[in-house]
């Protein structure tokens, strides 16, 4: 699907809901001709679903952000078991089909990493792969961050999961040392043959969003969202 993009990531924690919210905040703002979409297509516990709904004016439902929704914070195919229900799939299928319809893009941000499970049998890059969305993986600026986007990408290779760029988050304050030592661009580049299209800075307030929109503005995002050609002077931010 040429019209969306997953947000993945490493792990969860590893900043997926920064970047997400980041975009989102860049296209209210400076592209607003453009109709977004916004999926969260499963969700347990209260979370990202409800963040976008106060941070942004989404003029969507909360089935059509979130599909399916499980009270507990735990892993989908155990929150469904513990509720006696089941991971349909095929609802939050529908539910993607219909707001690409509906959207001239659409943004979905995944659940934990490529690795996590979404049913017994299917994790995230299964979903990625059936579904050919291209995906931005989201590695913390940390230590252990090289492995970690390595053994990511691999994974995404086997499954056939295409990877269009990856994006470094620091999700506690760090220097440009910090970021050399842990997560080198270089490094990832070289050993992944990965794109580093940006990173995106420790943030005391993520839910500013005016400065989501301004740390997305220094991302590659020719690269991330090709459907925006134009893209504004960060000095008019």
């Known amino acids: 699907m040429i019209n969306s993009l997953l947000i993945s990531g490493t792990d969860t924690d590893a900043g997926k809901t920064v970047l997400t919210t980041a975009l989102i905040a860049y296209w209210k703002k400076y592209c607003s001709s453009h109709r977004l979409g916004v999926m969260k297509?499963?969700?347990?516990?209260?979370?990202?679903?409800?963040?976008?709904?106060?941070?942004?004016?989404?003029?969507?439902?909360?089935?059509?952000?979130?599909?399916?929704?499980?009270?507990?914070?735990?892993?989908?195919?155990?929150?469904?078991?513990?509720?006696?229900?089941?991971?349909?799939?095929?609802?939050?299928?529908?539910?993607?089909?219909?707001?690409?319809?509906?959207?001239?893009?659409?943004?979905?941000?995944?659940?934990?990493?490529?690795?996590?499970?979404i049913t017994y049998e299917l994790i995230v890059a299964d979903l990625a792969r059936d579904w050919r969305l291209p995906t931005v993986l989201v590695v913390p600026v940390r230590l252990g961050a090289i492995a970690q986007a390595v053994s990511n990408v691999a994974l995404a290779r086997r499954m056939g999961v295409?990877?269009?760029?990856?994006?470094?988050?620091?999700?506690?304050?760090?220097q440009e040392q910090d970021i050399e030592n842990w997560s080198p661009i270089h490094l990832i580049e070289s050993l992944t043959q990965i794109p580093v299209l940006g990173i995106l800075p420790y943030?005391?307030?993520?839910?500013?969003?005016?400065?989501?929109?301004?740390?997305?503005?220094?991302?590659?995002?020719?690269?991330?969202?090709?459907?925006?050609?134009?893209?504004?002077?960060?000095a008019n931010i």
């Open 41 to 117: 297509p499963l969700q347990s516990g209260v979370g990202d679903r409800e963040l976008y709904s106060q941070l942004f004016s989404l003029e969507q439902s909360p089935e059509e952000i979130t599909p399916l929704y499980f009270q507990a914070p735990l892993a989908p195919p155990i929150a469904a078991e513990q509720e006696g229900r089941k991971v349909e799939l095929e609802k939050v299928w529908a539910a993607f089909c219909n707001l690409q319809q509906q959207r001239d893009f659409v943004i979905i941000e995944g659940v934990g990493g490529l690795g996590s499970p």
């Open 162 to 174: 295409n990877i269009r760029g990856i994006i470094l988050n620091c999700g506690q304050p760090c």
């Open 203 to 234: 943030l005391e307030n993520p839910r500013d969003i005016n400065q989501l929109a301004q740390v997305a503005s220094h991302l590659k995002l020719e690269q991330i969202l090709p459907i925006l050609t134009l893209k504004p002077s960060v």
